[in-house]
Structure formats: structure tokens, C-alpha cells
Nanobody, 126 residues
């Protein structure tokens, strides 16, 4: 069982930056693909970024491509999301998610992830 705890959210002005962290407990973190999703009020949870196990291939949503960087430190069991040039529309609760090797489906879908954190609020003021 993997437990995920996000941190690093907060209030930031438009154009600013934030780095979110997600600490994972449990075994074999290195074998999990990790993802970040977000959910704005009244909207569905949407994919932001993912980083695969092994070679660490990354995927990004079009809405954040070029402004976000996902990375992982397997020694610390932690995944990060660096967000730059933040916009008001980036305001949301950001969730960390994990999927095991055996899990199929698109990296972009919430149903493809087995474990979720409690979320961290990011608010961008314009």
C-alpha cells in the first residue's frame, strides 16, 4: 500500500512559481509511475503531468506544457511539480497519484491510478 502526502501549495500571484512535493510511503516507489492531477471548483479532476518508473519519461497536459516540470527523487520517495508563469486558471486543488507496473490505461486518466493523496490547494491571484 502506498500513501501519498502533498505539500507546497499556497497563494501566489499570477506570473509566480510554486513547487509542489509529494512524499510517498511504502515499498518500491521506484516501480510506480507518478502523476499530478488538479481539480478546480465545479470541474472534473484533470491530468497535469506524469513521470514513469524506470527511465522517467514525462508527459504533460497541453495547458501546462512549457510551464511545468515533473521530477522524482527515488532516494527520497518524492515526486515534485515545478510550476512557473502561473495563471489564474491554474487555481485548483492539486493531487498526487501513483500507479503500479501492472496497471494499464492511459497516463492521462484518473482511473489509471491506484493511490491518491489528499490534495494541496494552489490559488493564483490575478
Amino acid at each position: 500500500q502506498v500513501q501519498l502526502v502533498e505539500s507546497g501549495g499556497g497563494l501566489v500571484q499570477a506570473g509566480g512559481s510554486l513547487r509542489l512535493s509529494c512524499a510517498a510511503s511504502g515499498h518500491a516507489f521506484v516501480s510506480y509511475t507518478m502523476g499530478w492531477f488538479r481539480q478546480a471548483p465545479g470541474k472534473e479532476r484533470e491530468f497535469v503531468a506524469a513521470i514513469r518508473w524506470g527511465a522517467g519519461i514525462t508527459n504533460y497536459a497541453d495547458s501546462v506544457n512549457g510551464r511545468a516540470t515533473i521530477s522524482r527523487d527515488n532516494a527520497k520517495n518524492t515526486v515534485y511539480l515545478q510550476m512557473n508563469s502561473l495563471k489564474a486558471e491554474d487555481t485548483a486543488v492539486y493531487y498526487c497519484a501513483a500507479r503500479g507496473l501492472w496497471k494499464g490505461g492511459s497516463y492521462y486518466n484518473t482511473s489509471s491510478y491506484d493511490h491518491w493523496g489528499q490534495g494541496t490547494q494552489v490559488t493564483v491571484s490575478s
